[in-house]
């Protein structure tokens, strides 16, 4: 069975300082792997996703991400924190499952990382 | 890029009512769809998977009586919390998968229904 970890349920920085978010999954099948962001009172948004190709992903608003398989790693980084990037962000593992002989891809959120961003 | 809408956004109901929450596939077709809930400050549960043409497929500690999921056509779902209590009262939001490659798939999220019950 699939699960994700996120070790830091907030992280706190200095606004233009790097940001590190940090995801262990555990999967028993090649997984894909997300980051969500999810402001106040809003939906989710897609930063990036990992699906087999380059380790090194690159998303939107600088933020990226690198899939370590040995480490089951896919730690979320942006170099220079915003204002605006304070928000909630979830680690998502995607992964195979099957019933009824029928596969499709089950989706399990991380506990999510509060990120608060000083001025 | 793909969208899934929800409907209502927001439901006020009464304790014993029951409420119904639709999910949509605006521009492609979902045979499975996924139901989540999230409480505040809390990270998004997944609830059940809604699979078209048969039954839903419930996580452990759901309650399928409690929680009617009916997948009605390719693109639409429908969660149904039945006799609602105030502990009902959560965000849910619904995804669905659309295929972008020969084996792979992308996520599309709704964006939620916040359900309050009083």
């Not at chain 2, 929800?6 to 304790?15: D, M, N």
């Not at chain 2, 500690?61 to 997948?71: A, M, T």
Request: hydrophobic share 35%; net charge positive; charged share 15%.
């Amino acid at each position: 069975a699939q699960s994700v970890t996120q070790l830091d349920s907030h992280v706190s920085v200095s606004e233009g300082t790097p940001v590190l978010l940090r995801c262990n999954y555990s999967s028993s099948y090649s997984p894909s792997l997300f980051w969500y962001v999810q402001h106040p009172n809003k939906g989710l948004q897609l930063l990036l996703k990992y699906t087999s190709a380059a380790t090194l992903v690159k998303g939107i608003n600088g933020f990226e991400a690198e899939f370590k398989k040995s480490e089951t790693s896919f730690h979320l980084t942006k170099p220079s924190a915003h204002m605006s990037d304070a928000a909630e962000y979830f680690c998502v593992v995607s992964d195979r499952s099957v019933v009824s002989r029928a596969s499709y891809d089950k989706v399990i959120f991380g506990p999510g990382t509060s990120l608060s961003v000083i001025p | 890029g793909a969208v899934v809408s929800q409907h209502p956004s927001r439901v006020i109901c009464k304790s014993g009512t029951s409420v119904k929450i639709e999910c949509r596939s605006l521009d492609f077709q979902a045979t499975t769809m996924f139901w989540y809930r999230q409480f505040p400050k809390q990270s998004l549960m997944l609830m059940a998977t809604s699979n078209e043409g048969s039954k839903a497929t419930y996580e452990q500690g759901v309650e399928k009586d409690k929680f009617l999921i009916n997948h009605a056509s390719l693109t639409l779902s429908t969660l149904t919390v039945t006799s609602a209590h105030p502990e009902d009262s959560s965000f849910y939001i619904c995804s669905a998968p659309k295929r972008t490659g020969l084996d792979s798939y992308e996520q599309y999220f709704g964006p939620g229904t916040r359900l309050t019950v009083t």
